[in-house]
């Protein structure tokens, strides 16, 4: 029997670098000199640096500044720890970087069952002196979509600032309107080890000196920037959402099918995830099953999933133990197939069906 290639279905927590990433790269990589210096080289290093920033605001729709970053953790980083309210919120849901970077004492803003943040207990968190409220618009665990215009209308009108993580939506979906949104460029088709803080208005955060008009310290990253530039005007992951709903309903149904269950099936959610769970099984036995039959998945966010620790996120929308330890995250890119999705759905019959047999 032929040996069959492995299938990757864990697009969240890293995508293949898109063709057109990889061209962009190897042209900047010509442009070695340090965009801040002042001589020739320097200034056509600097000149397609901002070429890339351009190229990134008009394919994300963005008409402020962009600060490059290492990544979405560092653009969360800067602007909990420099925005300028003194209090912190933070979603209950958050990827593990936020609940860190917003600081112990950050107040935690309850979701419902459905992973949605509680606007009525958000608004009682914002009586008082301005705050920095960080809300997830697409989770990296279940793809809940979060409300983000009703969160932005109660945050403005408490005077207080908005940090959104879009690692998951940008590329992919249309940006919200927040004051600070991080991205991140692995997760759309660019290179890892990039990404920016998109920032409103540069007043509201306190500068640092440096680079990047003084608001982020360090050299930038010039072919990682081109890279994330060209991933994201070629449009691939955002072109890819209406196959990948069709690819999730598909996956859905023949899970439940197998008798496994969706979690947050009722809740609008970005077609990249899907997070499922087969009820009696443990996630470390199926991971290892899975990656034995040839399948990447995960245990939920790549930060946390190789540690096996419980996840905050199901946790907090009161997910039963019982589903939650037995919960998976699949996750889709442009590359995913029919066929992939297929294959899975066999593989876990198979595997659902010796469970019952145990």
């Known amino acids: 029997m032929p040996h069959r290639a492995r299938i990757y279905l864990d697009h969240a927590a890293t995508t293949p670098v898109l063709p057109e990433a990889r061209a962009a790269m190897a042209e900047a990589l010509a442009l070695w000199a340090n965009p801040s210096s002042p001589h020739g080289e320097g200034r056509a290093a600097k000149a397609a640096l901002e070429r890339a920033r351009a190229t990134i605001a008009e394919a994300l729709g963005w008409n402020y500044d962009i600060l490059f970053t290492s990544g979405a953790s560092e653009a969360v980083g800067i602007a909990a720890a420099r925005a300028l309210p003194k209090r912190r919120l933070v979603g209950a849901t958050e990827h593990d970087v936020v609940p860190y970077h917003m600081g112990e004492a950050a107040t935690p803003l309850a979701v419902d069952k459905h992973g949605l943040i509680d606007l009525d207990g958000l608004a009682e968190h914002l009586?008082?002196?301005?705050?920095?409220?960080a809300v997830q618009h697409v989770n990296n665990e279940i793809g809940v979509t979060q409300p983000i215009d009703a969160v932005a209308e109660q945050v403005r009108a408490a005077g207080g600032l908005l940090?959104?993580?879009?690692?998951?939506?940008a590329g992919k979906i249309a940006l919200p309107e927040a004051d600070f949104i991080a991205i991140s460029a692995?997760?759309?088709g660019g290179p890892p080890g990039t990404g920016a803080l998109l920032v409103k208005d540069l007043a509201t955060l306190t500068p640092s000196g440096g680079q990047e008009k003084g608001y982020r310290?360090?050299?930038q990253n010039l072919p990682g920037i081109a890279g994330m530039a060209a991933a994201l005007q070629s449009g691939a992951h955002r072109d890819a959402m209406p196959l990948l709903a069709m690819l999730r309903e598909r996956l859905e149904a023949g899970v439940m099918a197998s008798g496994g269950s969706i979690?947050?099936?009722?809740?609008?959610?970005?077609p990249a995830i899907s997070a499922i769970a087969l009820v009696g099984s443990s996630r470390d036995s199926l991971l290892v099953?899975?990656?034995?039959?040839?399948?990447?998945?995960?245990a939920g966010s790549a930060c946390a999933s190789g540690k096996m620790k419980a996840s905050r996120v199901l946790a907090a929308m009161g997910v039963p133990?019982?589903?939650?330890?037995?919960a998976l995250r699949l996750s889709f890119g442009p590359q995913?197939?029919?066929a992939d999705i297929d294959a899975f759905i066999a593989a876990f019959d198979a595997i659902a069906r010796r469970r019952r047999a145990a």
Not at 163 to 169: H, R
């Open 186 to 188: 692995h997760k759309f």
């Open 321 to 326: 133990p019982a589903v939650a330890d037995g």
């Open 127 to 133: 009586r008082g002196e301005p705050a920095l409220v």
């Open 163 to 169: 940090l959104v993580d879009c690692a998951q939506s």
């Open 289 to 298: 099953q899975l990656d034995l039959a040839g399948f990447a998945v995960s």
């Open 336 to 338: 995913t197939s029919e």
């Open 217 to 219: 310290r360090g050299t």
């Open 263 to 270: 979690i947050a099936a009722e809740t609008e959610r970005i």
